[in-house]
């Protein structure tokens, strides 16, 4: 069975019985994905896994995507059907090539930061970051939490343990034991959870609408460090500036980067034979915390 055909028998399943095509779509690396073309109404968009785990990732991500829109005021896409086999959405633009669009993102993702600010780091339940889960147990200390459940928690995957040597693994329970030291105390707020670039798309009336959600309480930080790695556009330059005044970010924000990061580098490395050289960038980060520097 072709990708169109599966995710087209998935549609059925769900009750979306007037598909006429289904053209595959790019950009996702962790499930199936297209966009039907429909008889009787506007064309929406469609995911699947092709080995159909028995998962929530979609009824988290379908609940990420309420949150963002209702609790943090972000664009996001209509959730039209959400279950175990599929997650069926209404269709956005590809976002314009403009800086006037990202400095309206700057705002947009500034005031989620900074008006969803929470007592705790967490979420009620966990998640998915990709095809591996993502643990969000309460915690009051954002340093504990994010070695815990954002770092370390890597460290079992059987990818990441054939790719990191004893030497790697101490050097990144020496960072989280530091953690305190190499980052300022944050508060928690809503986040994305995996806010790279692909992740940013358009409303038809041209607002930035997010994607694939991998939501938490954490630091606003976790979101910015995403979209600075991940090679930004040219026209998205104003954006870091614009949120920087916007949030009253520090002038050593840029150097905590490459820590921040660290987490969705384990990450990649943990699901994706091809890791886009997410092991040789950890490996550089962890550098200075190798016992012998």
């Given at each position: 069975m072709t990708t169109t055909e599966f995710l087209a028998e998935r549609l059925?399943?769900?009750?979306?019985?007037d598909v006429v095509t289904v053209e595959p779509a790019s950009g996702g690396l962790a499930a199936l994905a297209g966009i039907a073309t429909r008889e009787n109404a506007p064309p929406v968009f469609v995911k699947a896994f092709a080995d159909a785990p028995d998962s929530d990732a979609f009824l988290t991500e379908a609940e990420?995507?309420?949150?963002?829109?209702?609790?943090?005021?972000?664009?996001?896409?209509?959730?039209?059907v959400a279950n175990h086999e599929v997650l069926v959405l209404s269709l956005l633009?590809?976002?314009?090539?403009?800086?006037?669009?990202?400095?309206r993102f700057a705002h947009a993702l500034a005031h989620l930061h900074t008006s969803t600010v929470?007592?705790?780091?967490?979420?009620?339940?966990?998640?998915?970051?990709g095809r591996r889960r993502q643990v969000n147990t309460w915690s009051g200390d954002g340093f504990a939490f994010f070695a815990e459940n954002r770092l370390l928690r890597w460290l079992a995957e059987p990818r990441v343990e054939a790719a990191l040597d004893p030497a790697d693994r101490a050097a990144l329970e020496r960072l989280c034991d530091r953690l305190p030291e190499l980052l300022p105390v944050r508060p928690a707020c809503l986040t994305h959870g995996?806010?790279?670039t692909q992740n940013v798309l358009a409303t038809a009336d041209g607002r930035a609408a997010l994607i694939d959600p991998a939501v938490s309480?954490?630091?606003?930080?976790?979101?910015?460090?995403?979209l600075w790695i991940t090679a930004p556009p040219p026209e998205a330059r104003r954006f870091f500036d614009v949120y920087a005044e916007l949030t009253g970010l520090d002038d050593d924000w840029q150097a905590r980067m490459p820590i921040i990061q660290l987490r969705q580098h384990l990450a990649v490395l943990s699901q994706f034979d091809d890791?886009?050289?997410?092991?040789?960038?950890?490996?550089?980060?962890?550098?200075?915390f190798r016992p012998h520097t």
């Open positions: 059925r399943r769900a009750g979306i019985r990420g995507l309420t949150a963002l829109r209702d609790l943090g005021g972000l664009a996001t896409p209509e959730v039209i633009q590809p976002r314009p090539n403009d800086e006037a669009f990202w400095e929470h007592s705790r780091f967490g979420w009620h339940r966990d998640n998915w970051l995996d806010l790279w309480y954490m630091w606003a930080e976790v979101d910015l460090a995403h890791d886009w050289g997410a092991a040789d960038t950890i490996r550089s980060t962890l550098a200075p």
